[in-house]
Structure formats: C-alpha cells, structure tokens
C-alpha cells in the first residue's frame, strides 16, 4: 500500500516529521489555474501539501499550450479547475481539493480566505488579482506574487503586513477594481510598460500590438515556470517554517541573464522604472495630463523606430512579425 510518507519519503531528507506534518495539513487557495496558478499547484502537490481550493471559470485553449502545465490536447476545451484537481489527485491520492468553475465575485472569494493557510492570487486579469491581495491582507493571511512576463518576472510573498504588490509593480492603489481594471486597459497607462521591451524582451511589434491592439502580455514557458517554481518554494518555507521566505518589501527579480532579490525603493533600474509608472499616472490626473500624452505620443514614434531599428541590427534576417 503507497501511503503519504512513501510518497514524500525524499522530502524527509530536508524537512522533519514535525515541518512536513505542517504541510501535509495546509490549506491553500488559488484563484486562477493557469501559467502560474496551475505551476505552483502541481509543485505543491508534489511537495506535499493536502489541501487546495482551486478557482477558475476558463477553459484550455490552444494558445495556453506554450506554457500551461497541465493544458494537452485532450485538455482543451476542459475547465482549467477541474483538469488541475485530476492532476493534483493522480500525484496524492488523500490531498482534498475543492473546485470553483464559475466566475466569483471579489466578496465570494474573501469568504474562501476562512481556514486557509496561504493565498495565491493568479487571475488573468491583474486588477483582479490586486484585490484578492487586499481582502488577503484584511483576512490576515500572506499571500504569493508571481508576476512574469517575457523573460521578466516578480516573486514575493505578501504577508498581512507588508507593502502590496501595487508598491513593488508602481501600480496606483485604487479604491475599485472596475477603475483600476480599466485604467491598466487605456493606451496611455499601458505606455508606463515601456520596460517590458528591454527587460522582458518583447519584441517590439508585438508592444506595439500590446499598446494598440490589446494582445494580451507575450510570456514564455522557462520565465512562467521558474517564476512558479519560486512563488511555490516561497510558499513552502512559509508552511513549514523552516526558512525565513522572501516576502514583501524584499522580492525576487528574474532576468534573462540574472535572478536576484531587490527591495522596494532599492537601488535598481525597477524602481526607476516604477517611479517613472508612478508620476506619470500621477501627472495624468492633473491639468498637464493633455500635455504629457502628446508628449508620449512623440516619445512613442521616437522610442518605436529606436528599438525597430535595433532589433534590424541585432536579427537582420527578421523582417516579419506574425500574430
């Protein structure tokens, strides 16, 4: 008979009976099943953990197939919820996992937060996820960040006391989720991502595309998977209580060529760039706000035709760029 200690028995060589007893017993809530969500799932699962709630209404389709842990083809089409329960289910047998497949509401969710242990927001929609962090932080309970994107990605845990998200990405802290949902939609907040061209190597067509046309953030599976793979490590250093985890205002940095731990307002090129995101969202609710996006509408033809160019330079075979 296959029991929980066969199962996890490599885990023992690292943690004790006492700190593996602790994640056996935690209880941990996901809201979204997808790059990340799903990602950390499964590595939890394999650690160990035993409980899930798991929330997500979408289903697999082919464009989740680059990076989505347990979208297959004879996955598509299928509730992400659901197909992640199987897997956690195939992996631990005993693990209880509850499934939400329906769209919650922010109200719905903070119920959820009663008995759980750690909280993960990875909702498609990052506003939604930045107020499942502050009903997190009201329920008294930390909370996992995992924010990728190209090759760039953020990782931290937000504990009850902690700067939010919103510090660490120059987000502006607004009072509803419909008026941060549809300010991080407008074409002139979306140009305070300028650095996702040369940090997290967009190319810069598809930005364009971003700025334009609404494609949603390119992302690829290694930055997706690592960042996961972090955010889940976190995690189990706050279940166990083994290690002191990287928690807010400290937070993982990944870079194509480096992964590093930065502070909020720290000495690093990220802050510059959040402060930059900060005044300009800032200057946009003032009687220059007019001014500034002709301002950045000069700057955007300037800064396009800069980095179009530059990336002739560097790949001059590459003269298309396919949707």
Known sequence: MTTYKNLFQRNYGIFSDEEQEKIRKSKILIVGCGGIGATVAIMLARSGVGQFILVDFDAYSPSNMNRQICCFENTIGRNKAHVVRNDILRINPEARVTVH????????????????????????????????????????????????????????????????????EGVPKLSTYEELRDILEMR????????????????????????????PPTQICPTVW???????????????GKWKPVASPRYWSIMRNRIRINRVNGFCLQTLLVWQRRLMWKVFQTRFGPFQEKLQSIWWVLYYRWMKNRESTDHPHDHSYEK
């Open 101 to 168: 497949e329906t769209l919650l509401t922010h109200a719905e969710i903070a119920k959820l937060m009663s008995g759980v242990d750690l909280v993960f927001p990875a909702a498609d929609d990052f506003a939604f996820s930045l107020f499942v962090f502050r009903d997190a932080k009201k329920s008294g309970k930390p909370s996992l960040m995992v924010v990728p994107s190209g090759t760039w990605a953020n990782v931290s845990i937000i504990n009850p006391d902690s700067p939010l998200p919103e510090d660490i």
């Open 188 to 215: 002139k907040y979306k140009f305070g991502t300028y650095f996702y061209v040369p940090l997290a190597d967009w190319r810069i067509d598809y930005y364009r595309d971003f700025i334009e046309e609404n494609l």
């Open 226 to 240: 690592l960042s996961s793979a972090l955010g889940a490590f976190e995690i189990l250093k706050c279940l166990s």
